[in-house]
């Protein structure tokens, strides 16, 4: 648990074979991503907050990229002010399971992107912030 508050990427798991269980966080950031995972062969993000609320930064709230092995995100509110970027972006060959999340946007924008079928999506609501 915790608050991660930046100016960047608050949470950023960048490689390797961990094992990162993320419970009960509030992750912010500004000009960054906000939780970035491009590593890691178990990574777990549940009942958690990661919100990327500056102008003037089109980047991604969540990104799970290509080195990391297997990813569970559940439970948790994910948003994103954006202009033409995803709030969830998704950059792997690895099975992610996506479940029981809130994702929106604040003032429009895609929520998800890169979603293939290794990918299992399930009771996850999108849409449009509402301040």
């Known amino acids: 648990g915790g608050t991660y508050w930046t100016h960047f990427n608050s949470i950023d798991i960048k490689k390797g074979n961990s094992t990162v269980t993320l419970d009960s966080i509030e992750a ?8 970035r995972i491009n590593g890691g062969k178990n990574v777990i993000l549940k009942n958690s907050i990661a919100k990327r609320i500056a102008d003037g930064h089109n980047k991604p709230a969540l990104s799970i990229g290509s080195d990391c092995a297997g990813a569970a995100i559940e439970g948790c509110i994910i948003y994103s002010k954006n202009n033409g970027i995803e709030t969830v972006t998704f950059n792997n060959k690895s099975n992610i399971t996506f ?6 946007t604040i003032n429009s924008g895609e929520c998800f992107s890169g979603i293939t079928s290794n990918i299992k999506m399930s009771n996850t609501i999108t849409g449009d912030y509402v301040n």
């Open 99 to 104: 479940s029981n999340n809130i994702v929106n």
């Open 28 to 35: 912010r950031s500004n000009g960054g991503i906000t939780v």
